[in-house]
């Protein structure tokens, strides 16, 4: 993977880590930061795909993302007090930043920040750090997921 390929990934995870930080100080995810940031690695996708001539994988990332929408909107339903709309276009940005590496990676990537976040939730319970009623912001282990799957493909 090149350095054109790689650049959408390094603008999306600086700005995911800023977004985790609000996200961990204020229990929100800020859709001004959010929209700049989707609109920034939008477009440095796109071009990263016209200068390798891979404008097949910009479309999938956009179907990672649009699909992650999906999953965590309807999980939203099932739970909106668990998960915030932040969270939900949080995922959608998430899954179009790991679909650009593959598909799958974006399912994997928010798999593991449900399991990151159910392990740290189960150890802030049992040693009594944090009621059971009381909610986690879900960002840093959104973002959690992102590295792993990062950490996957460049290295």
């Known amino acids: 993977m090149g350095i054109i390929e790689i650049l959408p ?3 999306a995870t600086g ?11 204020e229990m929100r995810i800020p859709n001004r930061i959010l929209l700049r940031l989707t609109l920034f690695t939008l477009a440095t996708m796109f071009l990263a795909s016209l200068i390798e001539g891979e404008i097949l994988k910009v ?3 956009l179907f990672g993302g649009l699909f992650s ?6 999980i939203h339903l099932l739970r909106p007090e668990g ?8 995922a ?9 590496f593959a598909f799958p990676s974006a399912l994997l990537g928010l798999a593991f920040a449900f399991i990151a976040s159910a392990v740290f939730a189960s150890i802030a319970i049992i040693f009594r ?5 009381l909610l986690i912001p879900f960002g840093p ?4 997921g992102l590295l792993i799957v990062e950490f996957q493909h460049l290295f």
Do not use: E, H, N, P
């Not at 929408?69 to 309807?74: A, M, S, T, Y």
């Not at 959608?92 to 650009?100: A, H, I, K, P, R």
């Open 83 to 90: 998960l915030g709309m932040g969270d939900v276009k949080f």
């Open 9 to 11: 990934v390094l603008i």
């Open 92 to 100: 959608g940005f998430l899954g179009l930043t790991m679909s650009w």
């Open 129 to 133: 750090m944090q009621k059971v009623d």
């Open 141 to 144: 282990f959104m973002v959690f």
């Open 69 to 74: 929408i999906f999953i965590f909107f309807f």
């Open 15 to 25: 700005g995911s880590i800023y977004i985790a930080i609000i996200d961990i100080q």
């Open 59 to 61: 479309v999938l990332a």
